[in-house]
């Protein structure tokens, strides 16, 4: 079959690199792709990845025979709902299901009906209204932007009056969520969802702060591991029984039905799981440490067939451009990436570009360089020891992921 990948990120390089292996996959194209996927197959420019009716009018003149989303954008424009209509398969939600991300009220509001463990909320439209909230109320605050903001819309402090100014900013945007903080580790859980149900993949933990100890502001993720060996042993069943099913009947009974991926981002409270959000694609950079780990054809997952999984464990280290995430700074060249590091290290990019045999930073999260091993361990030193290897002025990243 002819595959197009949408997206442009770590998690795309990843995504099209086990497409890639499936022995069902002729030919991957990937728009707008990056130069990490340009050595897969075709990578096709100019089109925006949210503009959806260039989209599916490409994927039908080309005969593509499955388009797969990575992000989150196109899927908040419609963009499966285009090509359905001109009947080209996608996997992917509907926009209107995509809400259980694109709005965090939402899928607020599904949830408590669907019985779902999660932390209290309250949405906001006016700033006074958020800000009397946020002063009668004790922290840490939780204050998020309804809709997407590129995993940057999410402040987490101690301090109310940084709380409220913030509210203040974000509600010139739309409305926001004041959310109960959840105290405890946190672990990302995955199922796929088709028209047959849901199947789940291997849990990962990621790395949200910036810097090291967990200190410094939300980023879209500096690092990933996965096994997850602090864990409840049922947490994954647990959580397909209790959170993933009783969501999707939720929405069937709502005529709003849900297919794609479905990330569950849960809080290891003191009083069992809670949801802290859903994402309707793969979390980036935690798709980067499941695939290697993944036995099975993507395709015949993405069908619904129950994966199988290797014994690797797996250690991503993201590198990121100095001023990630505010103010990144682009344009400088990348030394390092000619290097042999072996089967056991993946580099998958995310903020590259290729200019005259050149790698440059083009982004804020650059690459994301994952070891492979038989444990955390050898998997760990595996990927530092590759991070070693690669510089450019400014190159930042976390040395405690995993650790």
Known sequence: MKVLLLGSGGREHAMGWKLAQSSRVKELISLPGNPGLATLG?????????????????????????????????LAAGVADALRR????????????ARLESS????????????????GSSTFEDPADAISHVESTDGPYVVKADGLAGGKGVLVTESRADASAWAQEWTEHGPVVVEEYLAGPEVSVFAVCTDSGAVALEPARDYKRLLEGDEGPNTGGMGSFSPVDDLPPSLV????????????????????????????????????????EFNVRLGDPETQAVLPRMESDLVDVLEGAEPVWNDLATVNVVLAAKGYPTSPEKGAAIKGLGTDFGESVHVFHAGT??????????????????????????????????????SWPGMAYRTDIAS
Request: glycine share 12%.
């Open 237 to 276: 069943e647990d959580t397909m029984r209790d959170v993933v099913q009783p969501t999707l009947a939720q929405m069937d009974l709502d005529r709003n039905p849900f297919s794609g991926f479905l990330y569950v981002g849960l809080v290891l409270t003191s009083q069992g799981p809670k949801v802290l």
């Open 86 to 97: 001109t009947g080209v398969p996608v996997f992917g939600p509907t926009r209107s299901a």
């Open 353 to 390: 570009v290729s200019e005259n045999g050149k790698y440059l930073v083009n982004g804020g999260r650059v690459l994301n360089v994952v070891g492979t091993g038989p444990d955390i361990r050898s998997a760990r030193h595996r990927a530092f020891a590759a991070v070693e290897s690669i």
């Open 104 to 119: 965090k009220a939402f899928a607020k509001d599904v949830m408590k009906r669907a019985g779902v463990a999660t932390g």
């Open 42 to 74: 075709p990578v096709i420019e100019g089109i925006a990845v949210d503009d959806v009716g260039a989209i599916s009018a490409m994927a039908k003149i080309h005969g593509v025979d499955l388009v797969v989303v990575g992000p989150e954008a196109p």
